[in-house]
């Protein structure tokens, strides 16, 4: 069974930058789209971006950005410029297609809480 397990999240201020990791488990990490999510409360469920091998779908923003190292099984996202309303809950999800559609991933870790403060 697939298992995600997020972390790198914590309260900063505005301006400032985090890592988050996303380590997989449980599978064939490179059969795997990884997708980045985040949730603030009372929102809606937000797509990130994705990594299918080495290529990124829905990075847009210019302050956010995805890598993937094979060799340890785990996919970042990288946050800088952060502003009060980056504050979320950040999930990361495995899947068979880039999808912005949280449907269509299949595997779900716990998520790690990212607070920015202005």
């Known amino acids: 069974q697939v298992q995600l397990v997020e972390s790198g999240g914590g309260l900063v201020q505005a301006g400032d930058s985090l890592k988050l990791s996303c380590a997989f488990s449980?599978?064939?990490?490179?059969?795997?789209?990884i997708g980045w999510f985040r949730q603030a409360p009372g929102l809606e469920r937000e797509f990130v971006g994705a990594?299918?091998?080495?290529k990124l779908y829905g990075i847009g923003s210019g302050r956010f950005t995805i890598s993937r190292d094979n060799a340890k099984n785990t996919v970042y996202l990288q946050l800088t410029s952060l502003k009060p309303e980056d504050t979320a809950h950040y999930y990361c999800?495995?899947?068979?297609?880039?999808?912005?559609?949280?449907?269509?991933?299949?595997?779900w870790g716990q998520g790690t809480q990212v607070t920015v403060s202005s």
């Open positions: 999800a495995a899947g068979a297609i880039p999808s912005a559609q949280s449907t269509d991933y299949d595997f």
């Open positions: 990594v299918r091998y080495t």
């Open positions: 449980g599978g064939t990490f490179a059969n795997y789209v």
